[in-house]
């Protein structure tokens, strides 16, 4: 029997598998950032180990860092002591750090595939379950807590245990001001935020294949939404071609030799899925979401489920949800006011995320009551947005660019969403006070989110554009 | 507050033996219910708490944002389970989806320094149960009418004992003698009977590690 992409990257990382338990799998590379690693690094002090294979270890900093002067001291005190934390840790334990200032620097799920760190058919973990964006490329890549980060340190395995198989393919061509958040937040509202939870999941179909590796980046970043372990795509020319001479990507003959394994990374056609889910890419709309969790999402025309849609069990917990958005069953999203527009994080903060944002506003101007934040997802996205003249874009639309980092998705930084506003924002967590406490957060694409920039309220992208 | 001291105080001394102690194997307790659905690791905690850089003090701001109005500690939310005096105990009943969303161990380590030592649920996310699983907190994952049953006699009466015995796999509401078994993978069960870390188990495996490295390049 054929086996499936998963299965031939998982086979060829597992040292050991014990009997009736989990297996020890070996790890390539592991992203480490300043939040979830300093107990990790103070585990292995204790126990007086070094850092296994310090070389296959990247650091950044990135959820904790200001989006202002990042060339002053950070101000906040906490931040500032953890950042120099994951400094000091590396420099102890021989990691290489692209901290703030390096040029290199940037949310830890964007530099790994702008570098070539990330490659087809790896293994990566990070303390951070956004992890699964590295997918996009063909790898095995997911979230770990801080334990593990230790355990990753000290002898670059975990001990896992195989998660079940799901497929979801979408064929056809996406409609008109649908790009690939609008895919992935369809999905999760179709399935549930728990509802891949215990798989990996694998996106394929012709309307997969045909996005550019930073779209489908955006797809396999909200895996981790809907519950699963990891998402993933195999790898094709397009993939290839993204890699190639970035800078640690591998060169000459190391590439075609890594070339030829890499075309080797895909299902076959007898490989079997545990679950498989048939999306039509022509019935997806521009998404938004409404509630307080990823898969409580609608298309844009329509309307938040009434609660006689809603189970006797469930609706304790959608009452409570919809209470904190100020939302009444049964309303349509359109025409909803905002406060204020995030374009950013690990799920929307590329280049083409910038560009696509760049090429609606273009000559527009926000709507005079809106703040609208851009925060580019690296000091390299960031270079290339002024290079192209996107920033002076911005600067007439009188949205803000600012610095790298992690920004706004979380709140951990200075940049929060005031209580009881309503930010649209194209992160990934619609989350009570992930934004800011009491801070009410509408997940949307880039285009979506530029359109409210403009007009103020939840907007149709598709009656703002031309075809 | 008292009571809350008392239980912050004692979780933070078994926390530093960090091992499942065998005489835990059975944990018999009431519970405290919080009774919805997707509870994210947002919430329980959230993330500005999360710039510390050790494992201890995150019990104080469990479920900070649902605890107190305003992030003021003066002014409790009288409804939530926590600051409701009828509820106490070692065991946390939730929703389904317990703990989903971002890896924060930190989620774990609140939750245990609080002094909870288990949390029921009908459906966890994986991240946080391999992270609770890792700090010796028991994820008991039981049916949705089981689930139902528990918040049911909870809320009835909230001194209602809970017994949940590893070693045999089973959660008992005490009382009415009504029990259901529950997963959990071997390995990990002798893990927690026995104390044991994955790390320990790694390390121990150093040679297998170099070996399949070297076979590998």
């Given at each position: 029997?054929?086996?499936?992409?998963?299965?031939?990257?998982?086979?060829?990382?597992?040292?050991?598998?014990?009997?009736?338990?989990?297996?020890?799998?070996?790890?390539?590379?592991?992203?480490?950032?300043?939040?979830?690693?300093?107990?990790?690094?103070?585990?292995?002090?204790?126990?007086?180990?070094?850092?296994?294979?310090?070389?296959?270890?990247?650091?950044?900093?990135?959820?904790?860092?200001?989006?202002?002067?990042?060339?002053?001291?950070?101000?906040?005190?906490?931040?500032?002591?953890?950042?120099?934390?994951?400094?000091?840790?590396?420099?102890?334990?021989?990691?290489?750090?692209?901290?703030?200032?390096?040029?290199?620097?940037?949310i830890v799920h964007i530099?790994?595939?702008?570098?070539?760190?990330?490659?087809?058919?790896?293994?990566?973990?990070?303390?951070d379950s956004h992890t699964s964006t590295h997918?996009a490329?063909?790898?095995?890549?997911?979230?770990?807590?801080?334990?593990?980060?230790?355990?990753?340190?000290?002898?670059?395995?975990?001990?896992?245990?195989?998660?079940?198989?799901?497929?979801?393919?979408?064929?056809?061509?996406?409609?008109?001001?649908?790009v690939s958040k609008d895919i992935i937040l369809?999905?999760i509202?179709?399935?549930?935020?728990?509802?891949?939870?215990?798989?990996?999941?694998?996106?394929?179909?012709?309307?997969?294949?045909?996005?550019?590796?930073e779209a489908r980046m955006t797809i396999c970043n909200m895996s981790i939404e809907?519950?699963?372990?990891?998402g993933?795509?195999?790898?094709?020319?397009?993939?290839?071609?993204?890699?190639?001479?970035?800078?640690?990507?591998?060169?000459?003959?190391?590439?075609?030799?890594?070339?030829?394994?890499?075309?080797?990374?895909?299902?076959?056609?007898?490989?079997?899925?545990?679950?498989?889910?048939?999306?039509?890419?022509?019935?997806?709309?521009?998404m938004?979401t409404?509630?307080?969790?990823p898969?409580?999402?609608?298309?844009?025309?329509?309307?938040?489920?009434?609660?006689?849609?809603?189970?006797?069990?469930?609706?304790?917990?959608?009452?409570?949800?919809?209470?904190?958005?100020?939302?009444?069953?049964?309303?349509?999203?359109?025409?909803?006011?905002?406060?204020?527009?995030f374009i950013g994080s690990c799920t929307n903060a590329r280049?083409e995320d910038l560009?696509m944002?760049?090429?609606?506003?273009?000559?527009?101007?926000?709507?005079?009551?809106?703040?609208?934040?851009?925060v580019?997802g690296?000091?390299?996205?960031?270079?290339?947005?002024?290079?192209?003249?996107?920033?002076?874009?911005?600067?007439?639309?009188?949205?803000?660019?600012?610095?790298?980092?992690c920004s706004a998705c979380l709140?951990?930084?200075?940049?929060?969403?005031?209580?009881?506003?309503?930010?649209?924002s194209t992160s990934n967590r619609n989350?009570?006070?992930r934004?800011?406490?009491?801070?009410?957060t509408?997940l949307a694409s880039p285009?979506t989110a530029?359109?409210?920039?403009?007009?103020?309220?939840?907007?149709?992208?598709?009656?703002?554009?031309?075809? | 507050?008292?009571?809350?001291?008392?239980?912050?105080?004692?979780?933070?001394?078994?926390?530093?033996?960090?091992?499942?102690?065998?005489?835990?194997?059975?944990?018999?307790?009431?519970?405290?219910?919080?009774?919805?659905?997707?509870?994210?690791?947002?919430?329980?905690?959230?993330?500005?708490?999360?710039?510390?850089?050790?494992?201890?003090?995150?019990?104080?701001?469990?479920?900070?944002?649902?605890?107190?109005?305003?992030?003021?500690?003066?002014?409790?939310?009288?409804?939530?389970?926590?600051?409701?005096?009828?509820?106490?105990?070692?065991?946390?009943?939730?929703?389904?989806?317990?703990?989903?969303?971002?890896?924060?161990?930190?989620?774990?380590?609140?939750?245990?320094?609080?002094?909870?030592?288990?949390?029921?649920?009908?459906?966890?996310?994986?991240?946080?149960?391999?992270?609770?699983?890792?700090?010796?907190?028991?994820?008991?994952?039981?049916?949705?009418?089981?689930?139902?049953?528990?918040?049911?006699?909870?809320?009835?009466?909230?001194?209602?004992?809970?017994?949940?015995?590893?070693?045999?796999?089973?959660?008992?509401?005490?009382?009415?003698?009504?029990?259901?078994?529950?997963?959990?993978?071997?390995?990990?069960?002798?893990?927690?009977?026995?104390?044991?870390?994955?790390?320990?188990?790694?390390?121990?495996?150093?040679?297998?590690?170099?070996?399949?490295?070297?076979?590998?390049?």
């Amino acid at each position: 029997m054929g086996k499936t992409l998963f299965e031939k990257i998982w086979e060829k990382h597992v040292v050991k598998q014990i009997e009736g338990g989990p297996s020890v799998l070996y790890i390539d590379k592991h992203f480490i950032h300043e939040v979830t690693s300093p107990q990790a690094f103070a585990g292995l002090e204790k126990r007086g180990l070094p850092v296994f294979r310090p070389q296959q270890v990247v650091a950044t900093a990135d959820h904790n860092v200001p989006t202002l002067n990042q060339h002053l001291p950070i101000r906040e005190e906490l931040s500032r002591k953890q950042v120099e934390k994951l400094k000091e840790n590396c420099a102890k334990f021989g990691i290489e750090l692209y901290g703030l200032g390096h040029p290199y620097q940037g949310i830890v799920h964007i530099i790994g595939p702008e570098l070539g760190v990330t490659q087809p058919g790896m293994t990566i973990v990070c303390g951070d379950s956004h992890t699964s964006t590295h997918g996009a490329f063909g790898t095995i890549a997911f979230g770990i807590g801080t334990s593990e980060v230790e355990m990753v340190l000290a002898t670059q395995c975990l001990m896992q245990s195989k998660p079940k198989l799901m497929r979801i393919n979408v064929e056809g061509t996406l409609n008109k001001g649908v790009v690939s958040k609008d895919i992935i937040l369809y999905i999760i509202s179709k399935i549930s935020a728990s509802g891949a939870t215990g798989y990996a999941v694998e996106y394929a179909g012709s309307a997969i294949r045909n996005l550019s590796m930073e779209a489908r980046m955006t797809i396999c970043n909200m895996s981790i939404e809907m519950g699963a372990r990891c998402g993933m795509i195999a790898p094709d020319e397009i993939t290839f071609n993204y890699v190639k001479d970035r800078k640690f990507a591998p060169h000459g003959e190391d590439w075609d030799k890594a070339l030829a394994y890499w075309k080797t990374l895909y299902s076959d056609a007898d490989a079997k899925f545990d679950t498989e889910l048939n999306i039509k890419a022509e019935d997806i709309e521009p998404m938004i979401t409404y509630g307080t969790n990823p898969g409580m999402g609608i298309g844009i025309t329509g309307r938040v489920p009434a609660l006689t849609e809603i189970s006797a069990e469930d609706k304790p917990s959608y009452e409570k949800s919809l209470h904190y958005m100020g939302i009444e069953p049964g309303a349509a999203m359109k025409g909803k006011k905002v406060d204020y527009v995030f374009i950013g994080s690990c799920t929307n903060a590329r280049i083409e995320d910038l560009r696509m944002v760049a090429g609606f506003v273009k000559g527009k101007q926000k709507a005079k009551d809106v703040e609208v934040w851009v925060v580019p997802g690296s000091k390299q996205v960031e270079k290339q947005a002024i290079e192209e003249g996107i920033n002076k874009i911005f600067e007439e639309a009188g949205f803000m660019l600012r610095q790298p980092g992690c920004s706004a998705c979380l709140g951990m930084n200075e940049d929060k969403i005031p209580a009881g506003k309503y930010c649209i924002s194209t992160s990934n967590r619609n989350f009570e006070g992930r934004q800011g406490p009491n801070a009410r957060t509408f997940l949307a694409s880039p285009l979506t989110a530029a359109a409210a920039a403009i007009t103020g309220e939840v907007s149709d992208i598709r009656e703002l554009i031309n075809d | 507050m008292s009571v809350i001291t008392t239980i912050e105080e004692e979780s933070r001394k078994n926390l530093s033996t960090a091992k499942f102690q065998s005489e835990r194997k059975i944990i018999q307790s009431a519970a405290v219910p919080v009774e919805l659905e997707n509870i994210d690791t947002d919430q329980i905690i959230p993330a500005r708490f999360l710039k510390a850089t050790t494992r201890e003090g995150f019990g104080k701001n469990l479920f900070r944002d649902w605890r107190y109005e305003n992030d003021d500690e003066n002014k409790p939310v009288q409804n939530f389970p926590l600051n409701n005096k009828i509820y106490s105990g070692k065991i946390l009943v939730a929703g389904k989806n317990f703990g989903c969303g971002s890896s924060r161990e930190h989620a774990a380590w609140a939750i245990k320094d609080y002094g909870f030592d288990a949390v029921v649920s009908s459906f966890f996310a994986d991240i946080f149960k391999n992270n609770a699983l890792n700090n010796f907190l028991l994820p008991v994952q039981v049916s949705d009418a089981f689930l139902e049953k528990i918040f049911n006699a909870v809320k009835k009466d909230p001194a209602t004992a809970l017994e949940i015995n590893l070693e045999e796999q089973y959660i008992k509401i005490v009382p009415t003698g009504e029990q259901e078994n529950f997963e959990i993978n071997n390995y990990k069960k002798t893990c927690l009977l026995n104390g044991y870390d994955d790390i320990d188990y790694l390390l121990s495996m150093k040679h297998e590690i170099e070996t399949y490295e070297a076979v590998r390049n």
